[in-house]
């Protein structure tokens, strides 16, 4: 027989258990919309960058992140979107042989595990680009990110509430040469590698998870849609900005839209990386983003903010709040009061 305090301990941690997975939204796709425990939804989303830096290496606090969850929560935003490979090169998730950092991966599972407590979904952008050895030149090849991506697949199975971006901004950010591909890889080769190989073998490893790959504004809208249609990527994730980037939001929905009108099945169109803060100051301009793409039938929007910078680490105790521009912040209590 259990002794009384282990039954005690036992009982207090299935109890928590069953408490998170009650409160955890799932997410899904219903057509071209994101569900949230099976209910249509528009999902705005708040870059965190390096979020996982929010939680101390003990372990032992989530103080922190979690003010910083409420903060979103208040503002209405439903999810944040973490690089759990950044611009920290001992802190990346992955390191230059394709292996998981044990506490790195600690992090972010608890992370992951504070987001859906708060009823908040994590967009996972992974990164091959970012993951450099002690020259600062990038070390990660195609085959080892793979395996790393599979590793985090089976790590994370279970966790309704995530997405993946398997690259951000892949047809830029492609891995360092290797024997096959000795003059580097062309974004066609990248972008085939990723469709063909990596995204059956996450999809093997958990057939639940959605899954997207992410585009520059640099790249014409028919290969965009084409590539998703062709490997069946859950999601379509653009991003957008320059001048007058607020302006073509409804150009670009009613494109994809005709696109999609005319090869199905539908997708969640994700405007995952919009113009930020300091490169467009108008709050204006976010507010007028937003609408439009609501009104123009995306699926979800990120409020893509000036945090990404590295004079604003969030391995500080600065409440998230603090490290936002004036603007950004009017632009939160905004969509706090339902302007758009």
């Known amino acids: 027989m259990m002794p009384p ?75 944040v979107r973490v690089f759990p490979n950044w611009q920290f090169r001992s802190e990346t998730l992955m390191d230059c042989d394709g292996m998981l950092r044990p506490r790195q991966l600690a992090k972010l599972k608890k992370l992951v595990d504070r987001a859906a407590a708060k009823r908040l979904v994590v967009d996972l952008s992974f990164t091959i680009d970012v993951v450099k050895n002690t020259d600062d030149k990038q070390c990660l090849s195609a085959a080892d990110y793979k395996q790393a991506l599979e590793t985090i697949t089976t790590a994370l199975v279970g966790k309704m509430n995530v997405l993946f971006d398997l690259q951000n901004e892949h047809d830029k950010n492609r891995p360092r040469p290797d024997e096959m591909h000795k003059p580097g890889w062309t974004p066609e080769q990248w972008t085939d590698y990723l469709g063909t190989v990596v995204l059956p073998a996450v999809k093997a490893r958990d057939r639940t998870r959605l899954v997207t790959v992410s585009w520059t504004s640099d790249a014409a809208l028919e290969k ?117």
């Not at 003990?58 to 209405?76: C, Q, R």
């Not at 653009?238 to 994809?256: D, E, I, N, V």
């Open 5 to 79: 305090r282990l039954a005690e301990l036992a009982a207090a941690a299935l109890l928590s258990s069953w408490t998170v997975a009650a409160a955890a939204q799932s997410l899904g796709i219903e057509g071209n919309q994101f569900t949230v425990d099976g209910r249509r939804a528009f999902l705005t989303f708040v870059s965190y960058f390096d979020g996982v830096r929010r939680i101390p290496d003990d372990l032992v606090s989530t103080a922190i992140l979690d003010a910083d969850l409420d903060y979103f929560v208040s503002k209405g935003v439903a999810g």
């Open 224 to 340: 965009v849609f084409s590539n998703v249609q062709s490997h069946n990527y859950d999601v379509l994730a653009y991003h957008h900005r320059g001048a007058g980037w607020q302006t073509k939001t409804t150009t670009y929905l009613s494109a994809l839209g005709e696109l999609f009108a005319h090869r199905s099945p539908a997708r969640p169109i994700y405007l995952q990386e919009p113009n930020r803060f300091p490169f467009d100051t108008a709050e204006e301009h976010y507010a007028a983003a937003i609408a439009s793409a609501k009104r123009s039938g995306a699926a979800a929007w990120t409020f893509h903010n000036s945090v990404v910078e590295k004079t604003k680490p969030l391995n500080s105790a600065m409440p998230f709040e603090q490290l936002l521009e004036p603007g950004e912040r009017a632009f939160l209590d905004r969509l706090a009061a339902g302007d758009f």
